[in-house]
């Protein structure tokens, strides 16, 4: 008997399908030889600070550092602190008693690292000694799980994987534990929360919003001139920049009176964009977030449930390419597409006998290939899912299709001795460009249809209008942004060698990096403004803490995840990267120990229900300590947090100071009071005549 272990349940069920396995138990398929069970994610993870016997923060054990270190079963937070989820206590259980039953193991998580983590703590907790093999595929095809089971893979070529999964799970801990405690050690009544990737994220976004909130905008005045030629309207604008508008105006006044302009210059070149390779899970997630406004976490959400559907390849993949021996059924992926609806317009747009090998690089593949869907095609699916195939999709008709070719001429315009230019463009060949039927990008410069045109042509004025422009600021992050400056952290690294070593490692890895922005949502570090995504008062006094600490420095982090990389190809030696790591978590933690923070100065206010004790204030919350009061206020209402000034107004007066722009369950704004009844309750209330909406 063979025990084979999934990530998740859906994918066992695939699996014991295949298989055979068809009788089902209470959290296990048997049958034909095998028994498939699952884990639900990582049923085991590293043990706790109070798991050495380190309960609550102390400075003096300051910093932990576990030899060795301690598997748990994985804990849950209720009121009382840490505990062990039953459920995962129960599922790990029926793991034990399946492996015991069988003689060998095929290991079926995820094939990644963390799927490949999740197996391997489990193995050890359970002190299993049983041998192992690796079931290693891209899709859930039932083509791709039967020619996976065809070449097992030995469970030792997967050893370098598991030790860099273990660095990467040993390291976060270590700084994670140690510099969390020690920050919040200084913070005296606060806590807060640092990581490895967490606080370079954040750094990113208070920098750019910082540098966006201090940017000086500078107005400064351009001439917009309107022409018309062979019954085609364009318009031109004027090279120059003025600061002072009463020059501008003056100009304008002169080429007021003029008629016509002059043709001085005709620039023509050809452009040939070649068409985009296949998403990886990033690139998909920032596509998603322009286009569809969706979080990263939402995309990640979707694809994993398009995989499990077996409709798309393993979406947790960090390569655009895909390798040689996978070209031959290209082809029938792309004809596959013919029969979806919202597919059929630019399938057509192929060309047949001519498709583009560029994402074909053997090199370029990691553990997995681009993204692609499988020959299932769905016929329905929720809204939100049939967005995400058919970006997938699509963008396989755009990275098999020709090149795009446009013929771009830049014109300069004379009048009165100020030049004036214009810009044009004609497709010469549509290739790729024509599967969405967008030929320029959202962000290109203002291209326009122009007539012919040749120096010494006289060119008529129609108009001529003053635009009144301001520079522009660093713009905040999006998702997608943020994304970005992830995957390419590093770029901006004085020195030219480290740039290189960095070159496409970033922070994070595309399997995490939703997960992190969650984070940085769930610790109140940050917050969305629109699309944008901005710091918090908690994030921001977070980051000027940290900011010129290595915790927050991008190019360890991105040096960190070299250095996994390394492991997992067993160039450099997990033990030496753990002392490496020690070594940085007890510096990291004497900084922040000997840091002073300035906090908010709390006033002794007492509960104005039970009116008998003072009430503990938190930045998040401020409660009575009394479980028979239970008095609660949460401090941020509707977007806005209350400050200490209104927090006193609200206790000891009845009324905060009136709240402005709070933000409905609608997402209208809104200004109010917030108010105390006389129960201890709190309501809004909207004018002077106590209008009062009860339920926020």
Not at 141 to 148: F, L, P, R, S
Not at 206 to 221: H, V
Not at 229 to 247: P, Y
Not at 631 to 646: A, D, H, K, P, T
Request: charged share 25%; hydrophobic share 40%.
């Amino acid at each position: 008997m063979k025990a084979v272990i999934t990530e998740k349940p859906s994918v066992a069920r695939e699996i014991a399908l295949l298989l055979g396995a068809a009788n089902k138990e209470n959290g296990f398929y048997t049958g034909n030889g095998y028994t498939v069970t699952w884990a639900l994610g990582h049923l085991v993870g590293l043990g706790l600070p109070e798991d050495y016997g380190f309960s609550g923060f102390q400075k003096d054990v300051l910093p932990i550092l576990p030899k060795p270190f301690l598997l748990k079963v994985r804990k849950v937070k209720n009121d009382k602190g840490y505990v062990t989820d039953t459920g995962a206590a129960k599922q790990l259980k029926i793991i034990a008693q399946v492996i015991k039953s069988c003689d060998s193991i095929i290991v079926a998580t995820d094939a990644g690292r963390e799927g490949e983590l999740i197996f391997r703590y489990i193995y050890q907790y359970l002190q299993c000694k049983k041998p192992f093999e690796r079931l290693w595929i891209s899709s859930l095809t039932e083509k791709a799980i039967k020619q996976g089971f065809d070449n097992l893979k030995p469970g030792s070529d997967f050893d370098g994987l598991y030790l860099a999964a273990r660095a990467r799970s040993r390291a976060d801990w270590l700084v994670g534990i140690n510099a969390s405690q020690a920050l919040s050690i200084s913070a005296g009544n606060s806590i807060y929360t640092l990581g490895r990737v967490q606080t370079p994220t954040l750094a990113l976004i208070c920098k750019r919003y910082l540098e966006n909130k201090s940017f000086t905008i500078q107005t400064y005045w351009q001439l917009q001139l309107s022409h018309q030629k062979e019954f085609i309207n364009f318009m031109s604008l004027s090279k120059n920049k003025w600061d002072d508008k009463k020059q501008a105006d003056a100009i304008f006044k002169s080429i007021q009176r003029s008629k016509t302009a002059n043709v001085t210059s005709v620039e023509s070149k050809t452009i040939t964009e070649h068409p985009p390779f296949l998403f990886d899970l990033t690139g998909l997630q920032k596509e998603a977030n322009k286009k569809l406004n969706f979080s990263a976490e939402e995309t990640l959400s979707i694809v994993q449930s398009l995989y499990e559907k077996r409709f798309i390849s393993y979406p947790r993949t960090a390569s655009k390419y895909i390798p040689e021996d996978l070209w031959d059924e290209i082809s029938n992926l792309v004809r596959a597409l013919e029969t979806k609806a919202s597919c059929k317009e630019a399938f057509t747009k192929i060309k047949w006998g001519r498709l583009n090998k560029r994402i074909v690089n053997d090199l370029k593949v990691t553990d997995h290939h681009g993204l692609l869907i499988t020959e299932k095609i769905p016929s329905v699916l929720p809204a939100k899912e049939n967005s995400i195939y058919d970006m997938i999709a699509l963008r396989l008709l755009e990275a098999v299709s020709e090149a795009s070719i446009k013929e771009i001429t830049d014109i300069t315009l004379n009048v009165l001795h100020h030049d004036f230019s214009l810009k044009g463009s004609k497709v010469m060949q549509a290739g790729w460009r024509a599967i969405k039927g967008s030929f320029f990008d959202e962000d290109s410069e203002h291209i326009q249809e122009l007539p012919e045109l040749k120096v010494g042509d006289e060119v008529k004025i129609k108009e001529a209008v003053v635009l009144e422009k301001k520079t522009k600021p660093p713009v905040l992050y999006t998702e997608a942004g943020l994304l970005s400056a992830m995957e390419t952290a590093g770029k901006e690294i004085e020195s030219e060698d480290a740039r290189k070593a960095l070159q496409n490692i970033g922070i994070g890895t595309p399997a995490t990096r939703a997960g992190i922005i969650e984070i940085l949502f769930s610790r109140k570090y940050i917050q969305r403004q629109k699309k944008s995504l901005i710091p918090t008062e908690k994030g921001l006094q977070v980051y000027n803490l940290v900011k010129d600490k290595k915790i927050a420095d991008v190019a360890m982090t991105g040096e960190w995840e070299l250095a996994l990389e390394k492991i997992e190809h067993n160039h450099i030696d997990s033990d030496i990267f753990q002392k490496e790591i020690e070594a940085y978590a007890t510096s990291i933690t004497a900084e922040l120990l000997s840091t002073t923070i300035e906090t908010e100065d709390s006033p002794t206010l007492i509960c104005p229900k039970c009116r008998n004790n003072q009430l503990l204030i938190k930045d998040i919350l401020v409660k009575c300590p009394d479980d028979n009061c239970k008095w609660i206020q949460f401090r941020n209402i509707c977007g806005v947090q209350l400050s200490i000034e209104n927090l006193e107004n609200l206790v000891n007066k009845g009324s905060t100071s009136l709240i402005k722009g709070m933000m409905s369950k609608s997402g209208k704004k809104f200004d109010a009071y917030v108010v105390l009844s006389a129960d201890g309750k709190t309501v809004f209330e909207f004018d002077k005549a106590k209008n009062k909406l009860l339920n926020f």
